[in-house]
């Protein structure tokens, strides 16, 4: 299985701020013939179920604002919340869907500062 | 309203069983693939099982392949999980999550309901 590690575990930012969030796959999960990255981003707020933000690694879901902006290619991977608002306190999965089974990584905590 | 709404579920003791149900509304369910994805308590997220879409093809986690079976009934727009031999392991709540399209991320999440696996 294709093992997803983020980091943080969690990070607390100002508002206005950015928030960085990473996210490592074990194997690259960029598929050569597609021309895309096997990768998406949930955000999960508290008591809430998760919501998919970002697919293809960096393709926002309608109504996702711009302020999240996915990037990175192959094995490497990037969530950057610019302008940190206060409703985006949650914790954000990265997913990879290359390979059965798809695998997520463990979360990365958001709070405000 | 698009949405997916989970219901079963309830406190076991460790080998009973358990069911859930999920109903889909607001689109064409028979045209969509289905998941279970669930969430130990504080924990991070762990696919469960799949199903194709006329019920024919299926997939499951390696933690739960012979003890829980995902099955969907069509004509009532709605998704199954049961599960049998349960450990305190598989404490967590449920979500039933809709495929999008093709690729395996998924797209649309019902709230969830817990499973508590305890003596």
């Known amino acids: 299985d294709i093992v997803m590690t983020q980091s943080p575990d969690s990070l607390a930012v100002s508002l206005g701020e950015r928030a960085t969030i990473n996210c490592k796959s074990s194997q690259n999960i960029f598929y050569s013939s597609t021309n895309k990255n096997y990768l998406a981003w949930y955000q999960q707020k508290p008591g809430q179920p998760p919501t998919l933000l970002i697919n293809w690694a960096s393709t926002r879901e309608s109504g996702v604002p711009d302020r999240f902006r996915g990037s990175g290619s192959g094995t490497d991977f990037t969530l950057t919340i610019s302008g940190l608002q206060a409703e985006d306190v949650a914790v954000y999965y990265c997913?990879?869907?290359?390979?059965?089974?798809?695998?997520f990584g463990q979360g990365t905590k958001l709070e405000i500062k | 309203e698009v949405q997916l709404v989970e219901s079963g579920g309830g406190s076991v003791q460790p080998g009973g069983s358990l069911s859930l149900s999920c109903d889909a509304s607001?689109?064409?369910?028979?045209?969509?693939?289905m998941n279970w994805v669930r969430q130990a308590p504080g924990k991070g997220l762990e696919w469960v099982a799949h199903?194709?879409?006329?019920?024919?093809?299926?997939y499951y986690g390696d933690s739960v392949e012979g003890r829980f079976t995902i099955s969907r009934d069509n004509t009532k727009n709605s998704v199954y999980l049961q599960m049998n031999s349960l450990r305190a392991d598989d404490t967590a709540v449920y979500f039933c999550?809709?495929?999008?399209?093709?690729?395996?991320?998924?797209?649309?999440w019902g709230r969830g309901n817990l499973v508590s696996v305890s003596s």
């Open positions: 997913q990879q869907y290359y390979s059965v089974p798809n695998t």
């Open positions: 607001g689109f064409d369910f028979s045209n969509y693939e």
């Open positions: 999550a809709r495929k999008g399209g093709t690729y395996w991320y998924f797209d649309l």
């Open positions: 199903i194709g879409f006329s019920g024919t093809t299926k």
